[in-house]
């Protein structure tokens, strides 16, 4: 049977989603197809926690007037702003899917002159940063490190782009270790979002159905950890968000 061309992910490719030899495109395709409503959908089923979790992630950033901040796997733009709100002087955004940052600039008109001059965006791959070594002061990542083919990679561009104490922030969606919140974790992640999520987005490529089997099969919080330190960064530690559903982790390039 001939595949659809809508299809990014089928159901027997889930099992190990990170392992696909194919994931990079499969990623992109998912990301177009659910770019439109990319935005209502991580608003609505974090019951608008999202915001605040990028919040968070901007507050530990550290951010110093003068800074360049580069945000990897930008998508629409939302972190990308918050960070252009604050007190650095120019804010990067990259992202790989050409939909998802032609959104990020359609957004971009709803800022302020001041704010809106501070943002760029380009497309690039984690993997292999668009930007000279050591020329930015911040690097983050939200819930996009997991859709990266190899999050090892990413981690030692993010450390190449770094200047010598620039911090990395990395946003990702984690496993709860209160017993009673996993559960419930589980049962709206990996039951009720994937259709109600499918439904808002009109979406066939099953984005919704790949994106809480790709959190359930990623590394664990102190896997994270290790992977910081073996990209040489420093003072690695990390904060449980909303009872351990979203973790902020957060590293120094030495």
Same mark, same amino acid.
């Given at each position: 049977?001939?595949?659809?061309?809508?299809?990014?992910?089928?159901?027997?490719?889930?099992?190990?989603?990170?392992?696909?030899?194919?994931?990079?495109?499969?990623?992109?395709?998912?990301?177009?197809?659910?770019?439109?409503?990319?935005?209502?959908? +991580?608003?609505?089923?974090?019951?608008?926690?999202?915001?605040?979790?990028?919040?968070?992630?901007?507050?530990?950033? +550290?951010?110093?007037?003068?800074?360049?901040?580069?945000?990897?796997?930008?998508?629409?733009? #939302?972190?990308?702003?918050?960070?252009?709100?604050?007190?650095?002087?120019?804010? /990067?955004?990259?992202?790989?899917?050409?939909?998802?940052?032609?959104?990020?600039? #359609?957004?971009?008109?709803?800022?302020?002159?001041?704010?809106?001059?501070?943002?760029?965006?380009?497309?690039?791959?984690?993997? +292999?940063?668009?930007?000279?070594?050591?020329?930015?002061?911040?690097?983050? /990542?939200?819930?996009? /490190?997991? +859709?990266?083919?190899?999050?090892?990679?990413?981690?030692?561009?993010?450390?190449?782009?770094?200047?010598?104490?620039?911090?990395?922030?990395?946003?990702?969606?984690?496993?709860?270790? /209160?017993?009673?919140?996993?559960?419930?974790?589980?049962?709206?992640?990996?039951?009720?979002?994937?259709?109600?999520?499918?439904?808002?987005?009109? #979406?066939?490529?099953?984005?919704?159905?790949?994106?809480?089997?790709?959190?359930?099969?990623?590394?664990?919080?102190?896997?994270?950890? #290790?992977?910081?330190?073996?990209?040489?960064?420093?003072?690695?530690?990390?904060?449980?968000?909303?009872?351990?559903?979203?973790?902020?982790?957060?590293?120094?390039?030495?």
């Amino acid at each position: 049977m001939t595949q659809s061309p809508d299809i990014a992910w089928r159901d027997a490719e889930l099992s190990d989603p990170h392992h696909n030899a194919e994931k990079a495109g499969k990623v992109r395709r998912m990301f177009t197809a659910i770019a439109g409503s990319y935005d209502l959908n +991580n608003h609505v089923h974090s019951l608008w926690q999202d915001v605040r979790w990028r919040n968070f992630a901007v507050k530990v950033a +550290n951010v110093k007037p003068g800074d360049i901040v580069l945000d990897v796997a930008c998508g629409t733009g #939302d972190l990308t702003q918050a960070f252009a709100k604050s007190s650095a002087a120019k804010v /990067i955004g990259v992202d790989f899917t050409h939909a998802m940052l032609e959104v990020a600039r #359609d957004k971009r008109q709803g800022l302020t002159t001041q704010t809106a001059q501070k943002v760029s965006y380009f497309e690039g791959d984690a993997q +292999n940063l668009p930007l000279a070594d050591a020329s930015v002061d911040v690097v983050s /990542i939200a819930w996009g /490190i997991r +859709n990266v083919a190899d999050p090892a990679q990413a981690m030692r561009e993010f450390a190449r782009v770094l200047k010598p104490q620039g911090r990395l922030v990395i946003l990702e969606f984690s496993q709860p270790s /209160i017993p009673p919140v996993r559960w419930f974790n589980d049962l709206y992640a990996g039951r009720i979002m994937p259709m109600t999520a499918s439904w808002i987005a009109r #979406d066939k490529s099953g984005a919704y159905k790949y994106l809480p089997k790709s959190v359930s099969t990623f590394m664990s919080r102190q896997q994270m950890l #290790d992977l910081f330190s073996q990209a040489g960064f420093t003072q690695a530690q990390h904060w449980s968000l909303s009872l351990g559903i979203c973790a902020c982790y957060r590293g120094t390039r030495s």
